[in-house]
């Protein structure tokens, strides 16, 4: 039997949840050996094969429609998608500034900030358009929950295992954290 | 009260009737989760997390509200009930902003350790998140309404503990908000700050301003303390990390029963500039300077001083063994005249009363002084007892902080009529101030052989400085040295004036302040939380202080200050 397919992308994150997927050191091998990883954020090979995988893991919230794009294609292309880390979950710290108007928000990050010479707010066809940050399973179902803020190294390799094996994973204990 | 046996999770557990079902439970280990709930405070079962399947009861029932009954069998993990259970917590996290990612409670919260302990991995129910205000009209701490849970422990703090009355809730159902008075910003309202909702709220909708986010419970270290800033001796709890203090908490198995006031909580800990080093006098500029060449400077003046022209001021505040020390150096071997900077008062003061009889009194009697300014701990208890039909008679000329809520207030010249009042209560207690007349203190011990005493110190630790026969700043002709152990108080503008009369002033003092003008050299004395000693509470309790940061090296303890200045004369 093959192994089964796993590809990861991420949406509006900090890349974090990714490093803790990295910070599983030598175990990666271990998690190779029963899955194969056909693509992610970090590899040459970013986005999902059109003929699918079995499991697709998505890291960060939707917040902008380029965001919405990957998400949607990633719920096509995966039989079974996980949500992998707070901002995926719940909405995580994009969510913020839900409690502003999104004019407001995008001129203190663009011409506001004290850093900032001659800032404008960039407007182009070509550049996805900001949307009310939301978690994942807003937008498309989600099968599994995988919060923490990153989940750890143990709580990823733990959920992978589980999913190379047809099981579904839950997290307990010191690998439940949402923070 | 008879002994009934009920049945928990297989479990026969043997309580006193009126026991609840999470007491019994809790006597044989058996832990139901809660969040409303909080041992110092009454039950009104309004979370819904200790919902428990009693045999015969078709409804599941809220374990802290509902009481045992003999033969009665209890599952407390039924799996109705952790159902149940996670469908409230579902409902909770549903319905404010509970992201734990960025709140200052995260890793101490107990709605999170809830959601941890039934493996709740995401939110099932989408989260409206309306957008609450945050209020942060108070000095020391704020609210965040966005985290509130509506269990209400703060509003129960306020009433049943403190007797404030200031919290309260509007509207109804979602659009439930915790308020003060009639809906006004925190700071404008009755609240007093006295911050034992701070202490008791189980989520991050109350925060600290000072201690937000400098460490969670598991970073932090804790000594278990006495705040020594007044005569009451309220048990504390000093929290800090690195040795640095972050914040005082109240001892809820204290004699203050938890409750603290805005000074012994906050104030305290406001950052007011110390004194960090020995400073000396030079070119009419007061410099740092070592401690060889301060002391130096005092034992010179010392020995240039005529005798009978030295003098030395103490605070009634300092702890016994420094009083002790600072009598004991000064008069037997620096041949110093000593008094204190408060007042002490004369005669003898009946007491024998505590906190602890306040709650179980019918009357209370209060006389002279104003409580809720000078000890409000003391005051905070009796508006509870008043909750619980305490008649309270105040005696005081002039207008009181208290007098709103006394039942009947006399002038001062009438303070036999008042005692005439409490003759036929059956638990009296006479809650006095200190400074009373020594006359009008005889009207009160001869009141009636039942009644508690309470007097009420202007400084806190007085009682061991009338021990030690220590009496107020006598006048002098001529003074050629003043040593002055301010510590953390200011002098008052008569002491301030006596003082430049002095040739030579020595000040001994934790921090800088307005004083600072008059001395010929400023010695640094430790910070309330590094010193170490006792004190003598108003109701004869020892109260033991313990240091919960280190003294810097460059500031001496001021025994071993005394010690060498003696030595060296």
Redesign the interface.
Known sequence: MPKPKVATDWLGDCAGCHMSLLDMDERILAVLSKVQLTSSPITDLKHPPPDGVEVGVLSGSINNTSNLAVARMMRKRCKCLV?MG?CA?????L??R??FDMKEALQRAYVDTPSTVDGFIPESDELAKPLRNR?V??VVD?DV???G?PPSADAIFHALCELAEGRTP???GET???? | MSALCVTIDGKDITVESGATILEAARTAGIDIPTLCHHPALNDIGACRMCLVEIAGVPALQPACTYPVADGMVVQTESERSVQMRKFVLEMLFSERNH?????EM??DCEL?AQ??RH?L???TY??P?P?LPVDASRRFFLMDHNRCILCRRCIRACSDVVGNHTLGVMARGAHTMVTADMDQPFGDSTCVSCGTCLQVCPTGALVDRRSAYMGRHADVQTTESACAFCSVGCAITVVTRNGRPLRVEGGFDGPNAGVLCARGRFECLEGRERVAQPMVRRNGELTPATWDEATTRVADAFRAARPGAVHAWMTAVALTETMDAMADAFRNRLGAEVSLLSRPPEGPLPNGGALADIDAADRILVVGGDLRETHPVVAYRIQRAADHDAAITLVADGPSSFSAMAHEAFPMARLNDACKECQDAARPVIVYSADLPPEARQALSGLSTGARLIPLHSAANMPNALTLGLGGAAAWEECDLLYVLLQDGVLTEEQRERARSAAFVVLHAAYRGPDDDLASVLLPAPLWHERAGTFAAMDGRRAVVKPSTRRPESVWPEAAVFEGLAARV
């Not at chain 1, 439940?176 to 923070?179: E, V």
């Not at chain 2, 992201?99 to 709140?103: G, H, L, N, S, T």
């Open positions: 949500a707070d979950v719940m909405g995580g710290i969510s913020l839900n409690a978690p399973d807003q989600v929950y995988l919060p803020c839950i997290l307990e439940l954290k949402y923070d | 992201y734990c990612m960025f709140c995260s890793g999170q959601a941890y493996g991995a995401h939110w989408p989260t998140n957008r």
